[in-house]
């Protein structure tokens, strides 16, 4: 449970915002939460070529330790990928990365499918481990 204290963290929840964030933001972990998992069909990027729209699906999971990722931040900055031109594996890893540093989890796994253009589809998977890394 988000304690007044807690909130003071959360900068977005609870604001009207009409425009993407850079970052993501985090609430302390509920004990016993051993994995969180996001997932949503409507991440939009431009191609880095092309520059014609792509659309993803992104699954992102993870296993907190302290911190667990607010759900509208997420949102927010993934919405900063509309207006970017990206290629689905840097998305991933991009993802990927954001969520260890905001939440330090123990580990995360990214994963962006990009829905077909010219027959392909392309699936991208960034995992970071905390362990393994040294942290």
């Known amino acids: 449970m988000t304690t007044s204290d807690d909130a003071g963290e959360l900068t977005v929840l609870g604001q009207t915002v009409r425009?993407?964030?850079d970052h993501v933001e985090c609430f302390?972990?509920?004990e016993n939460v051993t994995t969180v998992r996001f997932s949503t069909d409507e991440v939009l990027s431009l191609c880095p070529i092309t520059g014609q729209p792509d659309i993803s699906r992104l699954v992102i999971e993870y296993s907190p330790d302290q911190r667990c990722v607010e759900s509208?931040?997420?949102k927010l900055y993934l919405w900063g990928f509309r207006d970017r031109?990206?290629?689905c594996?840097?998305?991933a890893?991009?993802?990927a990365g954001e969520i260890m540093?905001?939440?330090a989890p123990h580990d995360v796994r990214a994963t962006v499918t990009?829905?077909?253009r010219g027959g392909i589809v392309i699936e991208a998977v960034a995992e970071l481990d905390r362990a393994k890394a040294g942290g």
Do not use: D, T
């Open 93 to 95: 890893a991009e993802i």
């Open 72 to 74: 509208k931040s997420l």
């Open 28 to 30: 302390p972990a509920p």
């Open 101 to 103: 540093r905001a939440a």
């Open 85 to 87: 031109k990206a290629f």
């Open 89 to 91: 594996e840097a998305m």
């Open 19 to 21: 425009h993407p964030i």
């Open 114 to 116: 990009q829905h077909a």
